[in-house]
């Protein structure tokens, strides 16, 4: 089982940067596909990058986001430029891992960000 610990939001200004970071512990992280998700108030969790073998983002935070793995340390990153008001949710980070038989799925608790403009 791997617990996951999200860190870095805050309250910024629009066009400022943030850097997310989610500390993994119970497993190796480079087991796994890890993600970010975010959550704004009265909307659905909706994707936001992933990293495996390749990354992929959402297209509303390509060019912007950069999501990446220190193996060595069981994190994970979000690197966030040129924020948007519309960036502000609670982030999520995930961890995926599927088998033949089975599909293991952990989330963290939640990063606030706030972006005013």
């Known amino acids: 089982q791997v617990q996951l610990v999200e860190s870095g939001g805050g309250l910024v200004q629009a066009g400022d940067s943030l850097r997310l970071s989610c500390a993994a512990s119970?497993?190796?992280?480079?087991?796994?596909?890890s993600g970010w998700f975010r959550q704004a108030p009265g909307k659905e969790r909706e994707f936001v990058a992933s990293?495996?073998?390749?990354?992929a983002y959402a297209d509303s935070v390509k060019g912007r986001f950069t999501i990446s793995r220190d193996n060595a340390k069981n994190m994970v990153y979000l690197q966030m430029n040129s924020l948007k008001p519309e960036d502000t949710a609670v982030y999520l980070c995930?961890?995926?891992?599927?088998?033949?038989?089975?599909?293991?799925?952990?989330w963290g608790q939640g990063t606030q960000v706030t972006v005013s403009s």
């Open positions: 995930q961890a995926e891992r599927l088998t033949s038989v089975a599909r293991f799925q952990y």
């Open positions: 119970g497993d190796t992280l480079s087991n796994y596909n």
């Open positions: 990293i495996g073998w390749s990354t």
